[in-house]
């Protein structure tokens, strides 16, 4: 007979005992939780959008399910244009594209690992509830979770140009067959520049660590 697996350890240990408001009224608590871990701009302008638990629970999803979550996340989207340049008649993405992304990557890196633990472990009953509103009923977000950050932190970091080609009359493809096989996630990050990803994958990674992901 097969042994039975042990039950898995919930990501970042047991919850500390608090108590939290109804979903629909959690963005004033969230507000204040975040901000102590974290004082930096990008966040705090997320921080002034609403129904934060729900947000943050769809990203999650999509990166895990490998869409891209550009559309829930438009407050940090970067205010000047994707840009690309052509090089003895082969088209390749501007580096110069990339900085517009060092404000997220500096995001990333301000979340205190330990403080953004603790912050999920917190918050995890209400962000199991807008789990459930999406059609999850039966599984536990610390699994989804796992995979939306393993999914990133397999993400390649390429140091050399990024050759592209036009997609049907809108936006660009990679030209690699093993690039533009990532996953929407992967290449929505792989196309912030090789540094921006090393610095939040190292942000991503250290997370991981804190909720006990090996």
């Known amino acids: ?9 919930p990501l970042g240990g047991e919850a500390p005992s608090i ?21 930096n ?4 302008s997320w921080l002034t959008t609403n ?27 970067p205010s000047s244009s994707f840009q690309i340049i052509e090089r003895g008649g082969e088209l390749y993405v501007d580096p110069r594209s990339y900085a517009r992304y060092d404000s997220l990557a500096a995001a990333a890196m301000s979340l205190d690992p330990a403080g953004s633990a603790k912050l999920y472990t917190t918050l995890k009953p209400r962000i ?4 459930r509103e999406l059609g999850f009923p039966n599984t536990p977000f610390d699994r989804t979770l796992e995979r939306a950050l393993v999914s990133l ?27 533009e096989a990532l996953t929407g ?14 610095a939040i994958q190292a942000a991503l990674r250290n997370i991981a660590l804190a909720l006990g992901i090996p």
Do not use: M
């Not at 129904?51 to 989207?77: E, M, S, Y």
């Not at 199991?128 to 789990?131: K, R, S």
């Not at 140091?159 to 592209?164: A, I, K, N």
């Open 51 to 77: 129904n934060l638990i729900r947000n943050f629970t769809v990203v999650v999803a999509n990166v895990a399910d490998g869409t891209t979550p550009a559309k829930q996340l438009q407050v940090l989207r």
């Open 1 to 9: 007979t097969e042994t039975p697996s042990p039950p898995a350890r």
């Open 128 to 131: 199991e509830d807008a789990y």
């Open 185 to 198: 996630a992967q290449k929505q990050l792989l196309r912030t520049g090789p540094d921006n990803v090393r």
């Open 153 to 179: 932190l397999g993400t390649p970091v390429v140091d050399g140009q990024l050759r592209v080609q036009p997609r049907g009359g809108f936006g660009y493809d990679f030209t690699s067959p093993n690039l």
């Open 19 to 39: 108590e939290l408001p109804p979903l629909g009224e959690t963005d004033p608590l969230v507000r204040e939780l975040v901000r102590q871990i974290s004082t």
């Open 41 to 44: 701009p990008k966040v705090v």
